[in-house]
């Protein structure tokens, strides 16, 4: 047997400062392709059935520009509970399970949508419910509904008429475990993974034939069985003459204001390093802001710096970034500044602006 791959057991109660993430190697010559596909169906009812009902139905969903931040900056980051997530999505939930599910590659969704304006995006998201009610997120994709057809020439949605859309989720491995019930989160927005829709208004979901996610089954590792026999680690290169001397982050902060409506996602990192007598430190900050009033007044303000000391020498170049949108453009600045032991030796600034999508087009 070889091993395919290494697999998450779940993590039980979600986090996100878990040193090692429990789990074990999923051992199959044959890998994810050996893998059978789990067809579920969102129902009116917000449970996952295996099969599709037998009338269609439609569930509406109020678009929160500033919803998303449980799921962090991007697919694959350790998450807390994603109910914060989940209260502004449409959930649907299976059975809980009577035995382990295990599933390895990239689960398929296909979703039947509609819109009240010409665009919204679409995030999907597989989760892990636990009998304590506890919500993990498993993997999660976006579907941007203007590339549905080409992302070269993409069109806008026509208001109020039903479109398929259809994605791939991120590749995972994930256990299942008896009691846990299977989640499918349906939201129209993913802040700050993905940039703010310019109009507030409201996202429908058709439930019936044409919308479902499969999961990638595979069959359940026996838990009590002898390990995986896999190969050494190769040792990794260390110079003698480095050493780190300081590192903090990343650090991720997540505000929201229900009342105002304003949300705010942060995060900032440290690492200090020396070789020889040289010091080295990189430092970065980011920092996003929406309100669910004004959806398309959206920014992003950034700033990344590197400060090098050299045989007594000291270099400093800084980036800074700023994004700000409006309701038909994106406005980007950028501003470098270079200095060499505290004098600045040059700043260039740039601006451009281009045009984003609108009420008129995509």
Same mark, same amino acid.
């Given at each position: 047997?070889?091993?395919?791959?290494?697999?998450?057991?779940?993590?039980?109660?979600?986090?996100?400062?878990?040193?090692?993430?429990?789990?074990?190697?999923?051992?199959?010559?044959?890998?994810?392709?050996?893998?059978?596909?789990?067809?579920?169906?969102?129902?009116?009812?917000?449970?996952?059935?295996?099969?599709?009902?037998?009338?269609?139905?439609?569930?509406?969903?109020?678009?929160?520009?500033? !919803?998303?931040? $449980?799921?962090?900056?991007? =697919?694959?980051?350790?998450?807390? *509970?994603? %109910?914060? @997530?989940?209260?502004? &999505? /449409?959930?649907?939930?299976?059975?809980?399970?009577?035995?382990?599910?295990?599933?390895?590659?990239?689960?398929?969704?296909?979703?039947?949508? !509609?819109?009240? $304006?010409?665009?919204?995006? =679409?995030?999907?998201?597989?989760? *892990?419910? %636990?009998? @304590?009610?506890?919500? &993990? /997120?498993?993997?999660?994709?976006?579907?941007?509904?203007?590339?549905?057809?080409?992302?070269?020439?993409?069109?806008?949605?026509?208001?109020?008429?039903?479109?398929?859309?259809?994605?791939?989720?991120?590749?995972?491995?994930?256990?299942?475990?008896?009691?846990?019930?299977?989640? /499918?989160?349906?939201?129209?927005?993913?802040?700050?993974?993905?940039?703010?829709?310019?109009?507030?208004?409201?996202?429908?979901?058709?439930?019936?034939?044409?919308?479902?996610?499969?999961?990638?089954?595979?069959?359940?590792?026996?838990?009590?069985?002898?390990?995986?026999?896999?190969?050494?680690?190769?040792?990794?290169?260390?110079?003698?003459?480095?050493?780190?001397?300081?590192?903090?982050?990343?650090?991720?902060?997540?505000?929201?204001?229900?009342?105002?409506?304003?949300?705010?996602?942060?995060?900032?990192?440290?690492?200090?390093?020396?070789?020889?007598?040289?010091?080295?430190?990189?430092?970065?900050?980011?920092?996003?802001?929406?309100?669910?009033?004004?959806?398309?007044?959206?920014?992003?303000?950034?700033?990344?710096?590197?400060?090098?000391?050299?045989?007594?020498?000291?270099?400093?170049?800084?980036?800074?970034?700023?994004?700000?949108?409006?309701?038909?453009?994106?406005?980007?600045?950028?501003?470098?500044?270079?200095?060499?032991?505290?004098?600045?030796?040059?700043?260039?600034?740039?601006?451009?602006?281009?045009?984003?999508?609108?009420?008129?087009?995509?």
């Amino acid at each position: 047997m070889n091993p395919a791959g290494p697999f998450s057991c779940g993590q039980g109660t979600p986090a996100t400062d878990l040193p090692t993430v429990p789990g074990n190697w999923y051992c199959d010559k044959q890998g994810p392709n050996s893998s059978t596909p789990h067809r579920l169906y969102p129902q009116a009812t917000q449970q996952l059935g295996m099969a599709p009902a037998a009338q269609e139905s439609v569930q509406s969903l109020a678009y929160h520009a500033g !919803a998303g931040m $449980a799921a962090g900056g991007w =697919w694959g980051e350790q998450t807390g *509970d994603m %109910a914060a @997530d989940d209260a502004y &999505s /449409l959930v649907y939930e299976s059975a809980p399970l009577t035995e382990a599910m295990d599933i390895m590659g990239m689960p398929k969704v296909l979703l039947r949508v !509609a819109a009240d $304006a010409p665009f919204y995006q =679409w995030s999907v998201r597989l989760e *892990d419910v %636990a009998p @304590d009610g506890k919500v &993990s /997120l498993v993997s999660g994709a976006i579907i941007n509904p203007s590339q549905r057809n080409s992302r070269l020439e993409p069109e806008a949605l026509t208001p109020g008429v039903p479109v398929t859309l259809t994605t791939a989720i991120h590749f995972t491995t994930w256990r299942f475990k008896p009691g846990h019930r299977i989640r /499918l989160a349906v939201s129209n927005a993913q802040f700050p993974m993905i940039w703010p829709s310019p109009t507030a208004g409201t996202t429908r979901l058709f439930s019936g034939q044409a919308s479902w996610i499969e999961l990638p089954v595979v069959p359940a590792e026996n838990e009590t069985r002898t390990a995986c026999t896999l190969p050494p680690p190769d040792v990794n290169d260390v110079a003698p003459f480095g050493k780190e001397l300081e590192k903090n982050g990343p650090v991720f902060k997540s505000v929201r204001n229900e009342e105002t409506g304003q949300s705010t996602f942060s995060t900032s990192s440290n690492i200090r390093w020396a070789i020889n007598n040289n010091t080295y430190q990189s430092s970065e900050s980011y920092r996003w802001d929406v309100n669910d009033a004004a959806p398309a007044n959206a920014s992003y303000q950034g700033e990344r710096r590197n400060t090098f000391t050299i045989a007594g020498n000291e270099i400093d170049l800084s980036t800074r970034a700023l994004i700000e949108s409006d309701s038909s453009h994106f406005h980007v600045t950028f501003t470098k500044t270079l200095r060499q032991n505290g004098d600045l030796v040059r700043k260039k600034r740039g601006r451009i602006a281009f045009r984003g999508c609108t009420n008129e087009s995509s």
